[in-house]
């Protein structure tokens, strides 16, 4: 018992440490905990929730990411399918649409906690997110150049809160693959060094799988970096053409393995509007080179929307970056491989086509340079790579002498590019130029300390210098995370999602006593611009980069906002004859009753401020029309009312036109000069001699039995009122940007209906285009009728299957208000019928008279055939692996046993004879070899490595301790 526990308090302690401190958990663990407490930090110093009460809920990430993000949430609690969703435009391929915007892993956490906490959870896991990018680049900088010390962190911290991350982090889909990308390039250089491919391929399938835009700008610079790679690692050709072999087959199974979202990802792709674009046909440069250079200080706000790449990293990359490219313990044509990929990375940012090309052959909307985390990356490895040789070799007055060239360029460049800010810098305004002069002189005084203190503290000036590199690095990585926080900016958090908790109750009301299985609903106005993902009802509005362009299209012809190029569509309070085509039976108005309409719309329920309404002609989710629709891609029309008026024609057979324009009855266009160009065509200029600008009044009379409905279009106005009756009805209608239709009441024949339009005051002149037009109540109840008298009864309904019957009165087309994809199946009483697309938009079948049982079923178009690629991909990796496992351990077989038979062979007397010859020249060359290694070493040998008299008699006392401490336990144990 004795034995044991002198055996237990004999354990090595000192052995542990250095082993655990030698294998990287330890810096691992602290370049993740360290850039995500600091991101956490900069959120609490902005009083986000629940440190305050504002939440970084802004931009893109407030309108997509956030609701999106929530329909996952939602499908995981619930188990609804992630193949199909039909929250957002009138139903939408789920994984195309996840599979850039919340593919995560992460955030199926969100699952355990409730919908209230979602926003902290997002919050939390943006910061985790930050820190795997600190830990994936340790791993990647210790890998790559064999150290394991805490300059691992410092560098590290630098990469997870680059001016990048700093200005680009409400784009939270990103970062995982961000993340991966260490670990990628990890990959390349295993194979690169060591033919080693497992890692390269788990890693890159798990960054096209997270995210495969980012995963897209990953494989591009794959590419560069393998080619770097072998010329700095390779061997011969045979070693180049083994290796080539080697990554591009890893690179297929990587990509194959994500198959199963990938080609879904593709496909959807190839509906939207990111499919139409085309190559630019001559090259232009975006910005002046200094001030794109200019941009790598330090300390100045980060790009948020627009601006110039993000390339900025720390100080600490520009000090050591001129350490780097004259090192001679660095390989010339390393050198050259890292210049050669900042400048393409510079370059590519800079110039179109090259931009194009690493976008996925697109131009963005927003948000340039989303590549620019690239230059980082290799920026910050190049200068651990000159810390690298100092830390080993110690450090020398040339590397001192170079430290401040780089920083000296770039702060002339913003001398150049910024002069106010430069000269208010040098007139001791602590700006962001005057702060990283001071954190540059820090570093150098770091190393210059470094370089003082005795060589026979070689170890604490290691470790001296990375811990005060350390601290300032993490002192310069917090106030940048602070104002990166700030410039990207917060929303209110009790505000959003707006009265949210009434408007489910309203929900929850409606679900009570509507027996339907499917039914439709929609906000009067937008909130987000994916109110169905955020309140989680089944919606029409859509902003995401797969929306369906057809779609778009169609919800412009018939008079709700859209924009190809802008990737949306979305509601606002429409015509009968739009609501009835888009299915929506419902219509949530949260600020009060909706008085704009009140033939299409009835009360329903009310909590307060905040109504449902009920469409009065409302149509089921398919319904049957007349075989003549098929006509309507031949369609020509002038405005939304025009259009819908052809389309009731072809739908029904009715031969009059539902909607009539009406003239103008009044007009006061207030200082402006107006001129009538046509109808509902005017052209307007200011009075020089005022500088107010006043609103454009237009009225019109009230038709006996008919509602109006008013048009804009998109002209020089910002924002539109109704006042019918003299009651204000409709308010703040925007038509800045895009055309809309709306409703003006149903105001009596001898009365008014008024729209105000309010210019843009920024424009001298500009034009207006407003119209209304009469809905014929009889028309359009004959119309209705011939149209809700054929429709689809949902009897079974899930995410990606339906269920129903139907009683077809005559052959026809049903019409599904379900925007047509090829992933859509309907089988008609068993059998597969043929889809098409009706409007060039919509879903539809032909359909003969009679009793019919319909089934729709969902499948994303490549789901099935990246399903087997995946499949495909797993049996090759495993292959593979047992193929390298069976080869490697043969050839450690056959080394194993040559190197037997070469002990066991004895010694012919020719071959004594021969080494008793030589053995003196043997000496004699071994002594020589040995002045000359001793002479080398001499020179080449840095104070860092060279250990003194008196380390190493402590360490020859320690290593004979151990011995006999070894000697006592191995008699112990006999004993």
Request: aromatic fraction near 14%.
């Amino acid at each position: 018992m004795e034995t044991n526990v002198n055996n237990k308090e004999r354990i090595n302690w000192k052995r542990i440490i250095e082993f655990v401190l030698s294998s990287g958990v330890v810096w691992a663990f602290l370049s993740f905990f360290i850039p995500a407490l600091i991101m956490l930090f900069a959120f609490k110093a902005s009083a986000i929730h629940p440190y305050g009460n504002k939440q970084m809920l802004v931009v893109d990430l407030w309108h997509q990411y956030y609701p999106f993000f929530k329909v996952v949430r939602e499908k995981l609690v619930t188990g609804g399918s992630f193949l199909y969703t039909w929250t957002t435009g009138m139903g939408t391929n789920f994984l195309s649409l996840i599979s850039y915007y919340a593919m995560s892993p992460l955030n199926w956490i969100s699952a355990f906690f409730s919908d209230e906490q979602s926003r902290d959870v997002m919050m939390y896991l943006l910061t985790a997110k930050i820190g795997f990018c600190g830990m994936s680049f340790s791993l990647f900088l210790r890998y790559t150049f064999k150290r394991s010390d805490l300059s691992l962190v410092a560098f590290s911290t630098m990469f997870a809160l680059s001016s990048y991350m700093l200005g680009y982090y409400w784009n939270v889909m990103w970062f995982d693959t961000i993340a991966l990308f260490p670990l990628v390039m990890m990959g390349v250089v295993a194979i690169c060094r060591e033919g080693k491919w497992k890692l390269f391929t788990i890693a890159l399938a798990l960054s096209l799988i997270s995210n495969y835009y980012i995963g897209y700008f990953t494989c591009l610079f794959t590419i560069l970096a393998f080619a770097a790679g072998i010329i700095c690692e390779g061997k011969n050709i045979k070693d180049f053409f083994y290796k080539l072999w080697i990554i591009a087959r890893s690179a297929v199974i990587g990509i194959a393995l994500g198959g199963f979202v990938l080609l879904p990802a593709y496909y959807g792709l190839k509906l939207s509007y990111s499919a139409n674009n085309t190559f630019p046909q001559e090259h232009e440069f975006y910005e002046k080179w200094t001030d794109i250079f200019a941009n790598t200080l330090s300390f100045s706000p980060p790009a948020m929307k627009e601006g110039l790449p993000n390339f900025a990293c720390g100080m600490l990359a520009l000090v050591l970056l001129g350490v780097y490219l004259i090192s001679p313990k660095i390989k010339i044509r390393e050198r050259i491989c890292t210049i050669i990929m900042l400048a393409f990375i510079a370059v590519s940012c800079n110039l179109n086509i090259l931009n194009y090309i690493w976008h996925g052959f697109h131009f963005t909307n927003m948000i340039p340079y989303r590549f620019a985390f690239i230059f980082s990356f290799i920026l910050i490895a190049a200068a651990y790579r000159a810390i690298d040789i100092m830390l080993t070799h110690g450090i020398k007055i040339y590397q001192l002498i170079s430290m401040p060239v780089m920083p000296a360029v770039v702060l002339y460049l913003n001398k150049l590019a910024k002069a106010e800010e430069f000269t208010a810098a040098l007139d001791g305004d602590w700006n962001f130029i005057r702060k990283s002069a001071v954190f540059a002189l820090v570093f150098i005084g770091i190393f210059v300390a470094g370089k003082f203190i005795p060589k026979k503290f070689n170890r604490i000036i290691a470790y001296s210098v990375s811990l005060m590199l350390c601290i300032t690095v993490i002192n310069e990585g917090y106030m940048n995370a602070e104002l990166g926080v700030k410039t990207v900016g917060n929303s209110g958090y009790d505000s959003y999602p707006d009265k949210y908790n009434t408007v489910q109750d309203i929900f929850n009301y409606i679900d009570e006593n509507d027996d339907e299985l499917f039914y439709r609903t929609e906000m009067k106005s937008t909130y987000s611009l994916n109110d169905g993902s955020l309140y989680g009802y089944n919606g029409v509005s859509q902003f995401s980069s797969s929306a369906n362009v057809n779609v778009t299209k169609f919800m412009k012809r018939m008079g709700l906002y859209g924009s190809e190029a802008g990737n949306r569509y979305y509601y606002r309070n429409s015509t009968p004859v739009t609501n009835a085509f888009l299915g929506i039976k419902y219509i949530i108005s949260k600020t009060g009753k909706i008085l704009s309409d009140p033939y299409a719309l009835e009360e329903y329920y009310e909590i307060g401020n905040i109504t449902a309404s009920k469409n009065n002609f409302a149509l089921p989710l398919g319904f049957m029309v007349s075989d003549d629709i098929k006509k309507a891609d031949m369609v020509m029309y002038g405005n939304p009312y025009e259009y819908q008026n052809e389309i009731i024609k072809l739908a029904t057979g009715i031969k009059e036109n539902i909607y009539t324009p009406q003239p103008v009855s009044l007009a006061d266009y207030g200082n402006l000069k107006v001129k009538k160009n046509k109808y509902g065509n005017y052209s307007y200029e200011k009075d020089k001699s005022n500088n107010s600008t006043s609103a454009l009044t237009f009225s019109y009379n009230g038709v006996e039995n008919a509602s109006l409905y008013g048009y804009i279009g998109n002209g020089s106005g910002t924002t539109a009122n109704v006042i019918t009756q003299g009651m204000g009805i409709e308010s703040n209608i925007d038509i800045k940007d895009y055309s809309i239709t709306f409703p003006m009441g149903m105001p009596e024949s001898n009365l008014k209906s008024e729209i105000k339009i309010n210019p843009q005051t920024d424009k001298d002149r500009g034009t207006i285009i407003v119209m209304a037009y009469a809905l014929d109540h009889a028309l359009w109840e004959n119309a209705y009728a011939q149209l809700s008298d054929e429709t689809l009864d949902i009897t079974e309904f899930s995410d990606a299957e339906i269920k129903g019957n139907i009683n077809v009165l005559n052959d026809g087309v049903m019409y599904f208000s379900i925007p047509y994809e090829k992933g859509w199946s309907v089988y008609v009483d068993g059998e597969k019928a043929e889809t098409f697309d009706v409007m060039s938009a919509m879903l539809g079948i032909e359909l003969e008279s009679g009793e019919h049982t319909i089934e729709l079923k969902y499948i994303p178009e490549g789901f099935t055939a990246g399903v087997c690629a995946t499949g495909g991909a797993v049996l090759l990796f495993v292959i593979f692996s047992v193929t390298d496992f069976y080869f490697r351990r043969k050839r450690r077989k056959n080394e194993a046993l040559s190197n037997e038979n070469d002990e066991a062979q004895p010694l012919t007397m020719e071959e004594i004879s021969a080494d008793a010859d030589v053995s003196g020249e043997t000496t004699e060359n071994t002594e020589e070899i040995a002045e000359m290694v001793n002479a080398e070493d001499a020179v080449e040998k840095t104070e860092a490595t060279e250990n003194t008299e008196t380390e190493k008699e402590i360490e020859i006392k320690e290593d004979d301790n151990i011995s006999a401490e070894q000697i006592k336990e191995s008699d112990n144990e006999k004993s």
